[in-house]
């Protein structure tokens, strides 16, 4: 009786997946419809298609023109983007299963389910990622933050995968704490899909892996690179160079934005020199707590990677608004320690209070700032106000997380 009472409960939460998600995806189709086209998704779907119903390249002439009419209504301008595909094959390989779906409106609403729903597990997994069990009535809000707040919203509407390999770095990560090395090396593969976020991240994390003699993860990484290189070009030969020349093209017409630059609109002279004494000093930092957290515990560990991650956008790098997702991570790790430090059970707690100001402040700011678009630079404040807080609050923390005995920890809540 039990065991047919489990399966007719299986069945039901089967059904009700199934009818949650078509719902969704339901509406998110009528989104698309209402919306005008975009970028992000457009272009390497219509190149895969293209390259599915033709087999013309999905960086060749043919392909380029097909978005160009479907995003311009006509050929691109001298001065307009040109829309070349700036994703390496392995990469555009993701996108092959949408390109199966004809409906321009349909397989980019499906996109942004699946994209709806690796943003909610990213805010499950860091929880895991920072061994924080907030309240019940916390948890819901934390799982659906990467979902609604700026950093997150924006690059859903605009079609962007960023999500998707924000997500990939933190399955790695959590791989890596539960000696599933492959698995590990398998999505940081996914995850250097984000060089300008996650590139000098895996300096530390490189290091992190030799000290440690993790040598399963870089097999891990190299036998699925080697195996999407192989598959890249048995299906297009060369597709090298043409993913080098849609690069070029896509950075010169990409909105991005730098510290340095905003420190130089500040002032070009003294704002200039001190933006690159704000980015000597943190690398320096970064290196000093690299080295000290080689020999180190997890909790180490986790706190190094919300303050590396944290720092990037003020290392001078130019970065996108899809790229900023990946702050999450260090917000989860702030928070994780801020419930650690100051929460009761079952209650929201200082943590829970932050992270509702980081969600309106950020919605506060893009509004006054009238920051509404994906497809433009973010403005000064979005840029520099989340990863200063971040960085502050890290390091403002980091004497009780990291000095303090454990079991003094355990006594002093």
């Not at 001065?79 to 994703?87: F, I, N, V």
């Not at 036998?223 to 043409?242: G, I, K, Q, T, V």
């Not at 994906?374 to 390091?395: C, R």
Request: glycine share 8%; with cysteine.
């Amino acid at each position: 009786m039990s065991r047919s009472l489990n399966i007719i409960l299986l069945i039901l939460a089967l059904l009700v997946a199934a009818g949650l998600l078509g719902g969704l995806v339901w509406a998110n189709t009528r989104y698309v419809r209402t919306r005008p086209v975009e970028k992000d998704f457009l272009v390497p779907w219509l190149g895969a298609r293209t390259f599915l119903q033709y087999g013309d390249s999905p960086y060749s002439g043919p392909a380029t023109q097909r978005a160009q009419v479907v995003y311009y209504g006509r050929l691109a301008g001298v001065h307009e983007d040109p829309l070349r595909l700036w994703l390496p094959m392995p990469f555009e390989l993701f996108y092959f299963p949408f390109a199966l779906v004809p409906d321009y409106a349909l397989a980019r609403a499906i996109w942004m389910t699946c994209l709806e729903i690796a943003l909610v597990a990213l805010g499950f997994l860091s929880l895991r990622l920072t061994d924080w069990k907030p309240a019940r009535t916390l948890l819901p809000f934390i799982l659906l933050f990467p979902l609604f707040w700026v950093y997150g919203a924006l690059p859903l509407v605009n079609g962007s995968g960023t999500g998707f390999l924000a997500l990939a770095l933190v399955g790695a990560l959590l791989a890596l704490h539960d000696q599933k090395d492959e698995l590990a090396g398998a999505l940081l593969l996914l995850a250097a899909g984000a060089p300008r976020i996650v590139g000098i991240f895996l300096f530390f994390l490189i290091w992190w892996l030799i000290y440690h003699r993790r040598w399963r993860v870089f097999w891990g990484f190299l036998m699925s690179l080697a195996l999407l290189l192989a598959l890249s070009f048995l299906l297009l030969p060369n597709w090298f160079l043409p993913f080098l020349s849609g690069v070029a093209s896509h950075a010169s017409f990409v909105r991005s934005l730098s510290s340095l630059e905003i420190f130089a609109s500040w002032s070009p002279v003294v704002g200039l020199r001190l933006g690159w004494v704000l980015i000597v000093g943190l690398l320096l930092a970064l290196f000093i707590e690299w080295g000290g957290t080689l020999r180190k515990g997890y909790r180490h560990f986790a706190w190094t990677i919300g303050l590396s991650l944290a720092v990037i956008p003020l290392l001078g790098i130019p970065l996108a608004t899809q790229d900023f997702v990946f702050l999450f991570i260090p917000v989860a790790v702030l928070l994780g320690i801020m419930a650690e430090r100051w929460s009761r059970p079952r209650r929201w707690g200082v943590a829970g209070i932050t992270l509702l100001i980081i969600l309106a402040g950020s919605w506060l700011l893009a509004i006054e700032m009238r920051a509404v678009s994906a497809y433009e630079a973010l403005p000064d404040s979005l840029f520099l106000v989340l990863p200063v807080m971040l960085t502050i609050g890290l390091y403002w923390m980091r004497w009780w997380y990291l000095s303090l005995p454990h079991t003094e920890l355990e006594t002093s809540q």
